[in-house]
């Protein structure tokens, strides 16, 4: 069976959304994977798509020891290569394994993903255009030293 045969045996055209989701976004909570792409269903149907996700070893989950959210899920790098070749997935993410989901970084992703996912609930209700892909973790820039070469502006 092939890369591709596999990932669409494992998961669903919303599966394979939410793989591309976690390997753009690095981290995401179960309440944050809901919001994005399964609004309209239940809680635990978002669970299940989750689990049936990290049993094809397509995604990643760490447990935080206390508190909210209690998993964070990552794409792994089978999901992120599958959801690229599925056509979903635009250039090479950076993926993010359980050490550094855990790690300083955690608070501020989850946080960016929480602003955007404000974005997107706004522009749901006004039918606006803004879906899942529609933000970036981080945008690199050249800095002017990087164009000149020398440091010169």
Not at 69 to 83: F, M, N
Not at 100 to 124: E, K, P, R, W
């Amino acid at each position: 069976m092939t890369d591709l045969a596999t990932l669409r045996s494992a998961c669903s055209e919303t599966g394979i959304e939410v793989i591309a989701s976690l390997a753009q976004h690095r981290i995401l909570s179960t309440a944050q994977v809901h919001a994005i792409h399964l609004p309209d269903s239940g809680h635990r149907w978002t669970q299940r798509l989750l689990s049936r996700l990290a049993k094809a070893g397509l995604a990643g989950y760490i447990e935080t020891p206390h508190g909210t959210p209690r998993r964070l899920w990552h794409v792994t790098e089978r999901g992120a290569r599958l959801a690229q070749k599925a056509g979903v997935l635009e250039g090479e993410p950076r993926l993010i394994g359980a050490e550094d989901a855990a790690g300083a970084l955690q608070a501020h992703t989850l946080a960016v993903n929480d602003s955007a996912i404000c974005f997107l609930t706004a522009a749901h209700k006004r039918e606006d255009d803004f879906g899942p892909f529609a933000w970036r973790q981080e945008v690199s820039h050249r800095s002017a030293t990087d164009a000149a070469g020398d440091g010169a502006r």
